[in-house]
Structures are given as structure tokens and as C-alpha cells.
């Protein structure tokens, strides 16, 4: 097997995923249980520890299709410790989408792994690799709004409730986001193996700005509405509705104040 070729250090799980694990196990249970004396900075703890997390496994999940495709020099990068740290830029990977989260509850897809694409042959492996990410954000939705679609909601206390709904809304537009074919970003990856040279030449010094194209048109009204009404729609099908969605944000941002109809919401 590839994963043979690497070292078992390479594989090992490193200490600061476990510590965002835990951080995030603990302000799970403090939202959960109303341990914190300030809901808000629990909820807004336990959302961000497990954005990251979800960024760590993203980028984890391009790293492990790349290893099983042929590229094993993901092991000695560091790539498969799901430490953000060993990421080529943790400031895009981690702290700008964190930003964006705390700012304008976005999930702004991050992300940067440096996979040797010369060491993998066939389209379809390079494909994966670019859509391993977004999939697992995907995956990543579907776990948060479960309890919401399987209806299974009760004994599950408002305020962690609706900090499932926020955290689904910031996967779902991860997701969306992350799969736009456009050079940067991963839906461009899927595509890429299947364009011409000639294409892919003209596309290559475009691919830098990708992400700030996205965020740029982003501020379009009429654009942001229509994504906006995409996701909420997506998130109505999967039973989480526009008041959890709303409060879930409104207590994640507790700085502001927590408004009187979240308060009085049960």
C-alpha cells in the first residue's frame, strides 16, 4: 500500500489537532449544558473550534486522496497530522477564514496543501483530490443538521441547538463555495484535468485571484441575495429554519448583544 511508504510520525495525530479537538469537546459541553455564565463566548468558542477542525479535515482529506493517488511526499509535508500549522499557508488555510466567520458569518473556503501533481497519472485521481475537500464539508453539514432532519430535537438544549444550525450554515457555504469551478478554488480543480492545454494556459495566471474574484462579487446585492436564498433553501430542506439559522448567529456574535427574540426563543 502507499501509506507503507510513509513513516508512522508522519501519520501521527499531532497534539494541537487534539487540543482544538478538546477545545472544542469542552465549549460543546458548556453550550450543552449552560455551564458558561455567558452563553454567547461558549457558543462562539465551540462554533469556531469546530469550523477549524472542519478546515483541518478538509485539507486532511486532500492530503490522504493525494497519498492513496501517488503522491507520498504529503507525509513528510506534515499534511496527514491534521496540523493547520504544517499547512503551506495556515493564514489562508485557518486565520482569514476564521476572520470571515467572526466578521460576516461566511464559511470562506481556505486551504492550501501543496500536492506534487506530477507524481499522480489520470484525470480522475486529480479530480478526487480537488473534490475530497469540499465532500467532507459536505459531510460535515450533513452531521450538524442530522438532529434537525431526523428529527430528533428533543432533550437538545436551545443554545447548542442553535449553534448546530450556525455551524451547518458555515459548512454549506464552504461547501458551495469550494465547488465553484473557479481557478483557486476546488470546483476548478475537479474540472481542470479535463480542460485543454491551451485552456488551462490562459486560465493559470488568474488562479491567484480566484478567491478574492468570489468575495468581490460576493458584494453584488443581487448576488449575495440569490446565494444567500441558495443556502437558506438548502438548509430549510434539511429542517434547520430561519430562526435557529438567525439566533445560532446572533449568539456567536454575543459581543453585539444577544437580541430579545433569541432570548425569549424556545
Known sequence: MTT????????????????????TAVTGWATWTGFAEQPGLAVFLFVTAAWIVSLCLHEYAHARTALHSGDISVGAKGYLTLNPLKYTHALLSIVIPVVFVIMGGIGLPGGAVFIERGRIRGR???????AAGPLTNVLFAVVCTAPFWLDALDGVPRDFRFALAFLALLQVTAAILNFLPVPGLDGYGVIE?????????????FAPFGLLLVFVVLMLPAVNREFFQLIYTLLDNLGVNDLERYCGQDLYRFWQGTSEYCSISS
Do not use: M, N, Y
Open 124 to 130: 480522475w485521481r486529480h479530480s478526487l483530490i480537488s
Open 4 to 23: 507503507a511508504i510513509t513513516r508512522h510520525s508522519d501519520r501521527r495525530i499531532s497534539p494541537v489537532f487534539v487540543g482544538i479537538l478538546a477545545v
Open 193 to 205: 484535468p479535463w480542460l485543454s492545454h491551451s485552456i488551462k494556459r490562459q486560465v493559470e495566471p
